[in-house]
C-alpha cells in the first residue's frame, strides 16, 4: 500500500487546514490509519489514528479538541482536520499504517509503510 498526503501549507496562528491521506494498490479502507508529525529537529511523534470501521479516535494531548480525524470509505480517504492551528504544529505531516484494522501505539517500529509528508507551517 503506497500512501500519499495533500492539503498541508501555511497559516497564520488561528488557523485551519485539512490534510488527506489516499491510498493506492490496496484500498486504505482495509486499515487503521495513523497520522504523525515532525518537527525540525524533532522525533517522529504520533497525532491521532482512527481505526478501520472509525470506532476507535486517539489524539495526542497536544492536539485534543483542536485536530479532527474522519475517514470516507467510499472515497477512500482518511483527513485531518486542524484548527486554531499554532507555530508549534509546523512540522511535516505524514499518514501510516501498522497493518490492522485497530489502532495500535505510536512506535514507529510498528508502522512500515509511509507517505512521503506533506508541510505545515504556522506563523505571523
Known amino acids: 500500500l503506497t500512501l500519499v498526503e495533500s492539503g498541508g501549507g501555511s497559516v497564520q496562528p488561528g488557523g485551519s487546514l485539512t490534510l488527506s491521506c489516499t491510498g493506492s494498490l490496496i484500498p486504505l479502507n482495509y486499515y487503521a490509519i495513523s497520522w504523525f508529525r515532525q518537527a525540525p529537529g524533532k522525533e517522529r511523534e504520533g497525532v491521532s489514528c482512527?481505526?478501520?470501521?472509525?470506532?476507535?479516535?486517539n489524539y495526542a494531548n497536544s492536539v485534543k479538541g483542536r485536530f479532527t480525524i474522519v475517514r470516507d470509505n467510499a472515497k477512500d480517504t482518511v483527513y485531518l482536520q486542524m484548527n486554531n492551528l499554532k507555530p508549534e504544529d509546523t512540522a511535516v505531516y505524514y499518514c501510516a499504517h501498522s497493518g490492522g484494522p485497530e489502532c495500535e501505539s505510536y512506535n514507529l517500529n510498528l508502522y512500515d509503510s509511509w507517505g512521503q509528508g506533506t508541510q505545515v507551517t504556522v506563523s505571523s
Open positions: 482512527i481505526s478501520k470501521d472509525g470506532g476507535t479516535i
